[in-house]
């Protein structure tokens, strides 16, 4: 893995600390800092066969893994936790002595509670639901050890102002799409990181975020690497360092 940007000097190989390094969270958080990670294909479609896990490479799966280390908590939704078969996170945040706990944005509370979220996982999961998912259904994912916490909404500043108030604040949130739009939408993407794989897919699969329009949010880019002729990008939003509203 080679830096394009920003260059310190002639050897663009990239090591374990430098891609930290590029990769670090801004010090001293006063609330949530919200980083989103999505590999996508060259024309754009964010998965193949259904799941994203057919456009990741070796590359893209390293920084996938270190910026969960990075990480206090990884935010998804529960569509992606279905689709892509989802498990704990493995290795200790850096600053914690656990992985981060996977969180869940579910409005119905329909997950499995014998799926690997729950049985492959050295952190218990954390359920983001409402009072309006069926009962019987909270007290499986309670049963299967789930730490079930109900919000008013699920909107982004909700979701944010729960997170924080259980002191995580380096947030990382891996999809799916509608949740990411859902953070757009609020204005509460502070980042995005990028994968763009190297293929062509065509097919009907759909974009790296939906939702309502908005806006457009400007970003800045702010590193870029390369492994092979595959892309991996990051953007920060205008506002450089400020952190996400939590309302």
Known sequence: MHILWPRSGPDTTVDDAA?????????????????????????????????????GSAADRRVFGLLRELADVVLVGAGTVRTEDYRGARRP???RATP????????SADLDPGGRLFDDTAVAPLVLTTA?????????LTAAGADVALLDRLDGPALLGE??????????????????????????????????????????????????AVAPRGMSLVGALSAGSELLLRYRRDRATAAAPIG
């Open 93 to 95: 945040t850096r600053g």
């Open 132 to 140: 309006a998912a069926p009962a019987g259904r909270r007290d499986r």
């Open 19 to 55: 891609l930290a390094a590029h990769y670090a969270y801004p010090g001293e958080l006063g609330a949530p800092y919200v980083r989103v990670n999505f590999v996508t294909s060259a024309d754009g479609a964010v998965t193949v066969d259904g799941r994203s896990g057919g456009l």
């Open 100 to 107: 981060p706990p996977i969180a869940v944005v579910t409005g």
């Open 163 to 212: 997170l924080a108030r259980r002191g995580f604040l380096r947030v990382l949130c891996e999809g799916g799409p509608r949740l990411f739009g859902d953070l757009v939408a609020a204005d509460a993407v502070d980042e995005l990181c990028l994968t763009v794989a190297p293929v062509l897919a065509a097919g009907d699969a759909g974009r790296i975020c939906a939702g309502p």
